[in-house]
């Protein structure tokens, strides 16, 4: 499914070769660090699906087409920041103190690999690397939008997006979550990123308020379409395809749209939000091919 999108795997690699030029950069620095360097491109490099790279460069190609810029390299690096930002939430929460997983992506979790002591801190460089990189001077984009791209992404990462989500979804395991509460942890721990990714192309595209109120709106809801078929590939996926340990949740008693709907309502609430992503573009059609294309895949994947 993931491999039928031409243009993803074209970004994906786009990505690939940027990250691992900038780790190639960072080995040649004065300061060694070789272990944290190999535990980060082992957690980085390792055949993500790239879906938030696609984001921002599917996002950030409508947006050129409204503003009649040309889209530049800096978007690939702005792409690398999301994807190295991801893989350290990835990292962190197969910590044994968090989700306790030792498959990530069809291959030995980072904690297992090396230790959890290298795995926490390849997430900590993870995450600083992603704000780093949006500093680079070599980057096509003005001081303001550096500012509005850093501002966009910490926000997405910090207590109000993603660490907050994955706080409320530790609770999930213990206590009664209603769906108001569910979809907010969904939000969080896994929509803000996706919405920081589709945003934060749109703002290297120029993209003007309207378009990126648009964008907004189309990630929100994609995002919460992305974590109830993330849930539902741990209910009725299989570990060799998805890269993953399945059945994860339902050990935990983890709350989720599943709990509430069944697997048929879930599969339904997914469509009814992917579908909700799309009519957000309705008044960019034309363009907006990429992006719905994208809303597909995120709950037709069967990875
Ligand atoms: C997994 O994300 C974690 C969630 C937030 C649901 P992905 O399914 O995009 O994982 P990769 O990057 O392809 O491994
Ligand atoms: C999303 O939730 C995790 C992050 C925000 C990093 P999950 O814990 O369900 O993700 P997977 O299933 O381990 O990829
Ligand atoms: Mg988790
Ligand atoms: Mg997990
Ligand atoms: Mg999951």
Same mark, same amino acid.
């Given at each position: 499914m993931v491999k039928s999108i031409k243009w993803l795997l074209s970004d994906a690699k786009a990505v690939d070769i940027w990250i691992k030029h900038w780790l190639e950069q960072k080995c040649r620095e004065r300061i060694k660090i070789p272990k944290l360097l190999e535990a980060m491109e082992y957690a980085s490099l390792n055949g993500g699906k790239r879906i938030r790279a696609g984001l921002v460069c599917a996002s950030n190609r409508i947006a050129c087409q409204y503003s009649n810029k040309v889209s530049d390299n800096s978007v690939i690096a702005v792409a690398a920041s999301v994807e190295l930002l991801h893989a350290y939430s990835l990292v962190h929460d197969d910590l044994p103190a968090m989700d306790d997983s030792d498959l990530r992506r069809g291959i030995e979790s980072t904690h297992k690999k090396f230790d959890e002591a290298t795995a926490i801190l390849a997430g900590d460089a993870l995450q600083t690397a992603a704000f780093e990189i949006l500093t680079e001077p070599n980057l096509a984009l003005t001081n303001t939008q550096k500012n509005k791209l850093i501002r966009c992404l910490s926000i997405a990462a910090g207590v109000s997006g993603m660490a907050g989500g994955q706080m409320l979804d530790l609770e999930a395991e213990t206590r009664f979550f209603n769906i108001e509460r569910v979809t907010q942890m969904q939000r969080l721990k896994t929509g803000s990123l996706i919405t920081a990714s589709v945003v934060m192309g749109?703002?290297?595209?120029? &993209?003007?308020?309207?378009?990126?109120?648009?964008?907004?709106?189309?990630?929100?809801?994609?995002?919460?379409?992305?974590?109830?078929?993330?849930?539902?590939?741990?209910?009725?996926?299989?570990?060799?395809?998805?890269?993953?340990?399945?059945?994860?949740?339902?050990?935990?008693?983890?709350?989720?749209?599943?709990?509430?709907?069944?697997?048929?309502?879930?599969?339904?609430?997914?469509?009814?939000?992917?579908?909700?992503?799309?009519?957000?573009?309705?008044?960019?059609?034309?363009?907006?091919?990429?992006?719905?294309?994208? &809303?597909?895949?995120?709950?037709?994947?069967?990875y």
């Amino acid at each position: 499914m993931v491999k039928s999108i031409k243009w993803l795997l074209s970004d994906a690699k786009a990505v690939d070769i940027w990250i691992k030029h900038w780790l190639e950069q960072k080995c040649r620095e004065r300061i060694k660090i070789p272990k944290l360097l190999e535990a980060m491109e082992y957690a980085s490099l390792n055949g993500g699906k790239r879906i938030r790279a696609g984001l921002v460069c599917a996002s950030n190609r409508i947006a050129c087409q409204y503003s009649n810029k040309v889209s530049d390299n800096s978007v690939i690096a702005v792409a690398a920041s999301v994807e190295l930002l991801h893989a350290y939430s990835l990292v962190h929460d197969d910590l044994p103190a968090m989700d306790d997983s030792d498959l990530r992506r069809g291959i030995e979790s980072t904690h297992k690999k090396f230790d959890e002591a290298t795995a926490i801190l390849a997430g900590d460089a993870l995450q600083t690397a992603a704000f780093e990189i949006l500093t680079e001077p070599n980057l096509a984009l003005t001081n303001t939008q550096k500012n509005k791209l850093i501002r966009c992404l910490s926000i997405a990462a910090g207590v109000s997006g993603m660490a907050g989500g994955q706080m409320l979804d530790l609770e999930a395991e213990t206590r009664f979550f209603n769906i108001e509460r569910v979809t907010q942890m969904q939000r969080l721990k896994t929509g803000s990123l996706i919405t920081a990714s589709v945003v934060m192309g749109g703002l290297v595209g120029g &993209a003007n308020t309207a378009l990126i109120k648009a964008l907004s709106n189309y990630s929100e809801n994609l995002g919460v379409a992305f974590q109830i078929k993330d849930d539902l590939l741990d209910y009725e996926g299989n570990t060799v395809e998805l890269g993953k340990p399945v059945g994860q949740d339902n050990i935990k008693g983890k709350a989720s749209y599943i709990e509430h709907y069944g697997i048929n309502g879930a599969v339904k609430k997914a469509e009814e939000f992917a579908e909700k992503a799309c009519d957000s573009l309705q008044d960019y059609w034309q363009h907006a091919k990429e992006l719905q294309s994208l &809303a597909k895949l995120a709950i037709k994947r069967t990875y």
